[in-house]
């Protein structure tokens, strides 16, 4: 009887304590994740606007596909902004783990998951399920409303201080900016010819929607020096 009580003791703490703090997590990735909606529709406004004063006319669109799921489109670009709906902790070898923030609260190290996607707009225009799309960025979000950014290029120093960073306006708009400057830097390569020189009949019967000559931006010339570039 004594092993039965302390078992549920142990459960109602565990309830009480980690089961808490993920609901924590969840709430602050929420309500980050419609901070970031709010944020695109301004930011897709403005772009609209500035294009449209310099003459051009360049698609800009802001779309929700669901509570956890918006895409934002500019010009061929499409960035795919997703919310994971459940908590992940980060594993003791992720370097994260060393920083102070984390050794005096663990508890600190269970986060919800915003993930950013790059792909091309015609993939998803015209079906072409085979292409593929590249992880730009993975937000973490706490129960302290702190967060951290793990990503390409700038995205991958500008958020690495886990211990200060605080979801605010001004961080996620440098955060959105950047994500996006880098998906239109990144450029479509011409696939390596022998790649490409055999195609099927099914393939050119349903070339229209490519379903099996995948497109991607970094699948032509992988050389080791570009692509490490991209790191």
């Given at each position: ?110 986060c919800g998951v915003i993930s950013i996607y790059n792909f091309l707009a015609d993939s998803f225009k015209y079906n072409r399920i085979n292409d593929v799309g590249y992880l730009v960025g993975r937000l973490f979000i706490n129960k302290d409303k702190h967060f951290l950014l793990e990503g390409k290029r700038q995205l991958g120093y500008l958020f690495n201080n886990f211990g200060i960073q605080k979801v605010n306006d001004e961080s996620l708009q440098l955060l ?56």
């Amino acid at each position: 009887m004594d092993k039965n009580i302390e078992s549920r003791k142990q459960i109602i703490k565990l309830l009480a304590t980690k089961s808490v703090i993920k609901y924590t997590s969840f709430d602050n990735t929420y309500a980050t994740f419609e901070q970031i909606k709010s944020s695109l529709k301004k930011l897709a406004k403005e772009v609209k606007n500035e294009l449209k004063e310099l003459g051009k006319d360049i698609p800009v669109e802001y779309k929700e596909k669901g509570k956890y799921e918006v895409e934002f489109k500019v010009a061929g670009d499409l960035l795919l902004f997703y919310m994971h709906t459940n908590i992940f902790e980060f594993p003791k070898s992720h370097a994260v783990m060393q920083q102070s923030y984390l050794k005096e609260d663990p508890m600190r190290a269970y986060c919800g998951v915003i993930s950013i996607y790059n792909f091309l707009a015609d993939s998803f225009k015209y079906n072409r399920i085979n292409d593929v799309g590249y992880l730009v960025g993975r937000l973490f979000i706490n129960k302290d409303k702190h967060f951290l950014l793990e990503g390409k290029r700038q995205l991958g120093y500008l958020f690495n201080n886990f211990g200060i960073q605080k979801v605010n306006d001004e961080s996620l708009q440098l955060l959105l900016e950047s994500a996006l400057k880098y998906s239109i830097e990144l450029d479509l390569l011409v696939p390596p010819y022998r790649s490409v020189s055999v195609v099927s009949v099914d393939e050119m019967q349903n070339i229209t929607s490519s379903i099996s000559l995948k497109t991607g931006k970094q699948l032509g010339f992988k050389y080791k020096a570009k692509m490490d570039s991209y790191n």
